[in-house]
């Protein structure tokens, strides 16, 4: 199909529906428009809204194998040619509100030379600002430079998400130097957030490496190069992820050896205060028995003597264990 009609994409309640105009620009799809290579059409669904489901269903333009992919069954980053199109799935930095941005955000795409179909549920910030981009006439002229444009936004997040998580352990490990343990669970939220991100955005990063080698039709050259460039800047953000998580792995090393230090200290200043005790404990257990014969028991100073010393047997023993260096 050389041509697709404008009305053949006309769709309730669609997110976005945008013919890019060749130049950078994007103007809405009617339904008297001519969708083609030179001016490509964009459909962003949300794949719950119901004239989307029927219409990732029901459509032509979609080939079969790829309408269970587009309405949310696929989770992981991948990338596979199906006829005249690729089938991707990305992922992205989750910014909506009352989420964590490790929740991230599933996004999915059928692409050929001269339709984009992509669909999501959560909301990904990294459309929003090509679509801005676009409005302001600036954007991409084609599904190739569309893609970059998306995946390099993408890949921005990521890296932007990696580096406050370094800054984070940072933190730490100076607050840790002057001996200050961080709130219970802030490490260990912030070792799952580095393994989350590992794990996706290394699949994602072969996504891009393979888009930028496969000699696919809708792509020239300069966006090859362009997906090789951002392939190999996820790949530095995975070596800081790799980096981190031994780092944080370090860290908790580090903090259960100052708890430990700190208790084996109040240990053993409870077992020298016990030291100190022991004598008067014994003496005022012997001298409260409550017998006959308890020597001082008929005399009026007989108790003061008897405190002056425990006072001294007390500084005695605490002499003793400063001259031993146990104090």
């Known amino acids: ?25 994007v103007t809405p799809i009617g339904p008297q428009d001519s969708i083609t290579s030179q001016q490509p059409g964009w459909l962003h669904l949300d794949y719950a ?5 029927q219409w990732l269903s029901e459509t032509p333009l979609l080939p079969d194998s790829v309408r269970d992919a587009l309405a949310g069954d696929s989770t992981r ?5 199906q006829g005249d199109g690729t089938m991707i799935t990305l992922r992205g930095i989750n910014f909506n509100v009352n989420s964590r941005p490790d ?9 050929t030379d001269k339709l984009i179909v992509s669909t999501r549920h959560r909301k990904v910030y990294s459309i929003d600002e090509v679509v801005d981009e676009l409005q302001s006439g600036v954007g991409p002229t084609d599904c190739g430079s569309w893609l970059v444009e998306v995946s390099d936004a993408l ?20 607050a840790l130097l ?21 794990r996706y955005m290394a699949p994602q990063r072969d996504v891009f490496a393979r888009l930028a080698s496969d000699r696919l039709a809708w792509m020239s050259d300069d966006d090859r190069r362009r997906m090789q460039d951002i392939a190999d800047r996820l790949g530095r953000g995975l070596d800081d992820l790799d980096g981190s998580i031994a780092r944080t792995a370090i860290l908790a090393d580090e903090i259960t ?24 404990t014994f003496l005022t257990g012997l001298f409260g028995v409550n017998l006959g014969g308890i020597p001082g028991g008929d005399k009026p100073f007989g108790f003061a ?15 003793w264990l400063k001259r031993s260096r146990w104090l």
């Open 1 to 25: 199909m050389d041509v697709i009609d404008g009305s053949q994409l006309h769709i309730a309640d669609a997110v976005y529906a945008f013919q890019l105009d060749g130049k950078g620009g």
């Open 49 to 53: 809204h119901p004239a989307s489901q």
């Open 77 to 81: 980053p991948r990338v596979a040619r």
């Open 103 to 111: 929740q991230l955000v599933t996004f999915r795409v059928f692409i």
């Open 155 to 174: 890949t921005d997040h990521a890296s932007e998400f990696i580096e406050d998580l370094h800054d984070k352990i940072i933190d730490l490990e100076d």
């Open 178 to 198: 002057d001996q200050q343990i961080p709130e219970r669970g802030q490490l260990a939220l912030i070792r799952k957030q580095l393994i989350v991100l590992r």
């Open 257 to 280: 050896s100052v708890l430990a230090d700190a208790m084996n200290r109040r240990t053993y200043t409870m077992s020298l205060l016990a030291m100190v005790f022991l004598p008067a």
């Open 305 to 319: 003597l008897f405190c002056l010393l425990l006072v001294a047997l007390g500084a005695g023993v605490t002499w």
